[in-house]
């Protein structure tokens, strides 16, 4: 394999183990913290925000989630010459990661200042409503997280079938 073509494998994999990293912390924010922080209002808000005083998920995703934009960048630079389908596969990841952020920043922001910043007392209704909508938009921002995954698994597919062959023209080959 030349080394263009490992540059290529290396972004193309390391854009979907980023993708899928993201997704499965974002499906245990739902399953786990959500639904422990939003179960027992006020208790359950005020134990979070002690848990999270040195850190929280969005430590995670500050990091994590420009990685993926960055890493879903360099992968649709270094696969343009490949031709429009690993253009449109790559800048559909990259486009879903970098939406993705937009609608954290647009609609989750705002929620978790409702939920760890302001105070508890005078605002338990609308913690209790904010913390139901953050639990059902979750999924919503899983699933957009969701097809970010799946766009890069047909990216990675699509160069190594372009690589290689198709597995079945190779199993033929070893077979004859």
Not at 46 to 63: H, L, M, Q, S, V
Request: hydrophobic content about 55%; charged content about 10%; some cysteine.
């Amino acid at each position: 394999m030349k080394t263009i073509d490992t540059t290529r494998f290396f972004l193309l994999t390391l854009s979907l183990v980023f993708a899928a990293g993201l997704l499965f912390v974002n499906i245990y924010n739902s399953v786990v913290d959500a639904a422990n922080w939003g179960s027992l209002v006020p208790n359950s808000i005020e134990a979070a925000r002690a848990y999270y005083k040195n850190a929280d998920p969005g430590t995670f995703y500050r990091i994590a989630s420009p990685l993926n934009q960055l890493i879903g960048l360099l992968a649709l630079v270094f696969c343009w010459k490949l031709g429009p389908r690993m253009r449109l596969l790559c800048g559909i990841a990259l486009a879903v990661a970098v939406a993705n952020d937009m609608f954290t920043f647009a609609y989750f922001f705002p929620r978790n200042a409702v939920l760890f910043e302001q105070p508890v007392a005078g605002n338990l209704d609308a913690i209790r409503h904010t913390a139901s909508e953050w639990i059902a938009m979750n999924w919503v921002r899983s699933a957009t997280v969701a097809v970010n995954v799946g766009v890069s698994v047909v990216a990675l597919a699509t160069f190594l079938r372009g690589l290689y062959g198709s597995a079945t023209t190779q199993l033929r080959t070893v077979a004859a």
